[in-house]
């Protein structure tokens, strides 16, 4: 197969890749060297396990989760999970921002050698199993299909640099795409540009939370770019209703950049129904693409941004 997307179950067709939340966490369990808070943990396996079978009932097809190395993730029950809810799971290498890390974190002390080595063998050999103490215990046959990597309200320091450099190397050594996390929208343009110029190609970088902050003018030049952005602040009402969500997406379209567009929900324990929270990992397909459609928003251009958009940025080529 000369292009495809990896899963937790193995390389497939991108082509088989349905309706995919573009930013989601399925199970995050607390461990020794991570410092996330109580509310986003997903430590119930069978209930996370209800909440994708519900969606899979709405006509999901894919999940990219986005927990990434040394903060809960559990890749052997990804592996379980997928198998018995039929959803395509793209778990992810990488690292969150710091401030999620204890500063004793392996990744402060590092080089960006060790950084990119620790990511390609992740993708490339097995992501390193969950163990609540050593993050470096026993490595799995479960392999990445996706590099996430973040900066904080202070941008591209020395440290992010490093991470940056090693995730672009990663990506020179394996083709696997690169999401980020931005801080409140900002620093996407900075991190396409650093990206793009250290060799990344601008269709496998996925811009994180560029709908957090509601800013047409920032989004459409870092759409310009040629990179993905990833909206998934949809039903988080701290930062604004999803009126004004679906108005940027209605502006982006209009412009040219619905192609540019990956949907998702960045979910946590209070957004899971199965956890007791409010929305489910389906509202997207349940609710919110209702409310683009009566903004003018045609099904085929829904369908872009639900399935044609992550099928293009979660495809790997062999070498």
Request: aromatic residues 10%; hydrophobic residues 40%.
């Amino acid at each position: 197969m000369s292009a495809f997307v990896r899963t937790v179950l193995g390389d497939v067709d991108p082509e088989t890749l349905g309706p995919t939340s573009g930013h989601d966490h399925l199970l995050v369990f607390p461990s020794a060297c991570s410092d996330l808070p109580a509310r986003i943990l997903l430590d119930d396996y069978d209930r996370t396990r209800e909440e994708v079978l519900r969606f899979r009932r709405r006509g999901g097809g894919g999940v990219v989760e986005l927990s990434p190395f040394g903060a809960g993730r559990h890749p052997l029950l990804l592996e379980k999970l997928s198998v018995e809810t039929g959803i395509r799971i793209v778990a992810s290498t990488g690292f969150h921002k710091a401030g999620f890390y204890r500063d004793a974190f392996w990744a402060f002390g590092a080089s960006t050698a060790q950084i990119a080595d620790l990511f390609t063998g992740e993708i490339e050999r097995g992501m390193f199993e969950f163990d609540p103490l050593d993050p470096f215990a026993r490595r799995s046959g479960v392999r990445a299909g996706a590099i996430k990597i973040a900066t904080d309200e202070n941008g591209l320091t020395e440290y992010y640099r490093r991470v940056f450099d090693a995730g672009a190397l990663a990506h020179a050594r394996t083709g696997a795409p690169i999401f980020t996390h931005t801080e409140l929208s900002k620093g996407g343009l900075e991190q396409a540009d650093h990206l793009i110029g250290l060799g990344v190609r601008a269709s496998s970088v996925v811009i994180g939370h560029m709908d957090r902050v509601i800013d047409l003018a920032a989004n459409l030049e870092i759409a310009g770019r040629g990179v993905f952005l990833a909206y998934d602040t949809i039903a988080r009402f701290k930062y604004h209703s999803d009126e004004e969500e679906a108005g940027l997406i209605e502006a982006m379209v209009k412009e040219g950049f619905g192609d540019r567009i990956l949907l998702g929900m960045d979910s946590t324990k209070g957004r899971f129904l199965s956890y007791g929270g409010e929305f489910g990992l389906d509202y997207i397909v349940r609710d919110f693409c209702g409310l683009l459609g009566k903004r003018g928003i045609s099904q085929e251009q829904v369908r872009s941004m639900l399935v044609e958009n992550p099928r293009a940025a979660l495809t790997m080529r062999a070498a």
